[in-house]
């Protein structure tokens, strides 16, 4: 490989994929200017230097690119921290998220030089502002249509917070690199100025040809070891300088062996640049290929003097051939991107249509207009991922894509706007619920307050939605006082149960001392030694639910007792029948006395039913004696039927006594 290229390989192995022409906005500082008769006579000369330095004054197609060259080559020369700006990926910024570019520019600011991230903080910031601008004003609407008022409206996101931080970090470090910048900038352009003063004076000078000779090539030396100068003196302070080098030269004609060997030199270096740029011209990958073209003619036009007269011309046009084919691969490479971009902008407006067409076809229902905003979501990612549309339509492609959104985002807040004061109605009735439970908590009035808890419980759930921030709250708060409300009850029936239970097992006991129990002869008071059974039964209370068989095992036995007693049939019923009764009012459900009242009426109805069919019967035995066994079974049927009907009416009265 030439010499050029092993010099340069290190700096040359990393490109990158965009040219971006900058502007330094710390560099105005008015400095002092070029000689403007040394300016003047260094234009009468361009035309020669042109094929050395590239810097005639006609403007072609190629010269176009030189000029492109020549001016990143400038910004570079101000500061060579500038030169990092190529390596540094440009990415995607449009594709990322407010969290990823607040990331990004950390990531910047923590490992890359602060000069060389200006265009990418910028693109970054431009992105970040626009993004954040758009959830501003979605937040906004979404406050709007919540009832508040424009003026109250105030979003922070802490996001944000941090991303301002990094900016302003940014550009503190960024301040402070160009104050520091500025005073080099200035030092170097005297410096150099000073230079080339000194170059005036060697023409003149009477001393050995051999000795001035020495004392240009320190100058040379000095004037590449100086640094950087303000951008804008960069090209007049050159030309000058490359003006007096060349009078220097026309100087040494009297000594043409020092000079030739100089020019002889300059040119084995300047075709050693031309072959590199020849390979590169064959290089596929054009943006690498540009950026080390740019190298080249950095080195062409600061680190090399001017070569004889009869090759100027030549490897000039041969120079500018090579960056003219590396230019046009680029240019190609350019519109390959640009149909890129235009298919990415097919997508986007049609997503931007799609979004449009969500908006149009709207939702009734809270669950179709979740489906909808999941579907508007899906079409936003698609959009930031779709790439790069061209320059000149990027910010009406964006105007359309946010007003789309906003669209949407209106119509959405308006449904749910409408929603939230039917959800603002279900919030006071839940409210008129939540008083009711709580009065009620601690009612020990159970049989009354039970089914109005349930019935609370059961309207909570026929109620729609209430407000996401007040559901939460308003449901535990109804849920504590039913819940205290029913577990008192359990508490209370955990209490009962074991009473029941106790006296279940002490009716055990009466049960089988009732079985072994022998009545008196004497008929009232074996009566009574049965009632007193029955009393001490009463008092002990009820037996749980699936205890209560003990009660019929009780009647029975009571039945037994009675039977062996000389007593009428109707006494011993009455006497059950009391008992039954106490059974029935002793128990939880009111509703069994009214039923054992309404058999008992049937009962009585029916039996005045059957006496009347039989009376009418009688009828039509008129011509039939008494004595006739027909009649006399009649008669007999009518006197049980009586009988049995002053039963039930005296069992009637008794129930009557209970209301």
């Known amino acids: 490989m030439s010499d050029v290229n092993n010099n340069q390989k290190a700096e040359l192995e990393n490109k990158v994929e965009e040219q ?147 900016y302003r970090e940014y550009r503190k470090k960024l301040n402070d690199h160009f104050k520091s910048l500025q005073k080099n900038l ?73 000079r030739d060997l100089d020019f002889k030199h300059n040119l084995e270096k300047k075709l050693l640049i031309i072959e590199r740029a020849e390979e590169l011209a064959a290089d596929d990958n054009v943006l690498r290929a540009f950026r080390e073209l740019q190298e080249l003619h950095k080195m062409w036009k600061e680190e090399l003097g001017p070569v004889g007269k009869e090759h100027r011309e030549e490897i000039w046009e041969r120079f500018k051939a090579a960056t003219k084919t590396i230019n046009d691969k680029r240019q190609v490479y350019y519109q390959e991107i640009d149909k890129i971009y235009e298919k990415n902008l097919e997508k986007k407006l049609e997503i931007i249509t799609d979004i449009d067409a969500i908006t149009e076809q709207g939702a009734k229902t809270h669950g179709d207009w979740q489906k909808q905003i999941k579907a508007v979501e899906a079409l936003r990612t698609r959009f930031f991922n779709a790439g790069k549309v061209p320059l000149k339509v990027n910010e009406s492609t964006w105007a359309k894509f946010k007003e789309a959104v906003r669209n949407f985002n209106r119509k959405k807040n308006a449904f749910y706007k409408g929603l939230k004061k039917e959800q603002y109605k279900n919030l006071e009735k839940k409210m008129e619920l939540i008083k009711i439970a709580e009065d009620n908590k601690d009612s020990d009035d159970f049989a009354a307050t039970t089914p109005l808890m349930k019935k609370i419980q059961s309207d909570w759930k026929k109620i729609g939605h209430v407000p996401r921030k007040d559901s ?6 109804f849920k504590a006082a039913c819940n205290h409300y029913f577990d008192r009850i359990h508490t209370k029936r955990d209490e009962t149960q074991k009473k029941y239970f106790d006296a279940f097992k002490e009716k055990e006991s009466l049960l089988d001392e009732l079985k072994d129990f022998k009545p008196s002869k004497d008929k009232e008071k074996g009566i009574e030694e049965v009632k007193d059974f029955i009393n001490k039964w009463k008092d002990l209370g009820r037996v749980p639910h699936n205890k209560r068989y003990i009660e019929g095992k009780f009647q029975k036995a009571v039945d037994a007792k009675l039977s062996n007693l000389d007593m009428e049939k109707n006494e011993v019923e009455m006497i059950k029948f009391e008992n039954k009764l106490d059974t029935i009012t002793s128990s939880d459900n009111s509703a069994n006395l009214d ?20 009376e009418n019967n009688l009828q039509f035995f008129t011509n039939v004696d008494d004595d006739n066994p027909l009649v006399q079974e009649v008669h007999t049927n009518i006197k049980e039927h009586k009988d049995a009907l002053k039963l039930w009416k005296e069992k009637f009265q008794k129930i009557k006594e209970l209301y």
């Open 20 to 166: 971006v022409s900058e502007q330094n906005e710390t560099s105005n500082t008015e400095v002092s200017q070029v000689d403007s008769a040394e300016a003047e006579e260094a234009t009468v000369t361009s035309k020669d230097k042109a094929k050395d330095t590239n810097s005639d004054d006609s403007v072609t197609d190629n010269d176009e690119v030189i000029n492109e060259i020549e001016a990143s080559n400038a910004e570079d020369a101000e500061d060579e921290g500038n030169k990092d700006r190529h390596k540094i990926e440009l990415k995607d910024y449009e594709s990322m998220s407010l969290e990823s570019l607040t990331i990004e520019l950390e990531r910047l600011l923590k490992n890359e030089k602060v000069q060389a991230i200006k265009n990418h903080v910028n693109s970054l910031n431009a992105e970040f502002k626009s993004k954040y601008q758009s959830l501003l004003e979605e937040k906004k609407e979404e406050f709007l249509s919540d009832g508040g008022n424009e003026i109250d409206f105030y979003y922070s996101s802490p996001i944000y917070k941090r991303y301002k931080t990094a």
């Open 595 to 614: 039923n054992e009242r309404t058999f008992i009426r049937k009962k009585i109805d029916e039996l005045k039913g059957k006496i009347n069919q039989l």
């Open 186 to 258: 200035e030092q170097n352009l005297a410096d150099k100025l000073e230079i080339i003063e000194e170059l005036k004076g060697l023409i003149n000078v009477e001393e050995n040809i051999n000795t001035t000779y020495k004392h240009f090539k320190e100058l040379q030396e000095r004037w590449r070891n100086t640094g950087p100068i303000p951008r804008d003196k960069y090209n007049n302070a050159w030309n000058s300088y490359h003006h007096h080098v060349e009078r220097f030269y026309d100087f040494l004609h009297l000594n043409r062996d020092l």
């Open 472 to 477: 939460d709250k308003i449901w535990k708060r």
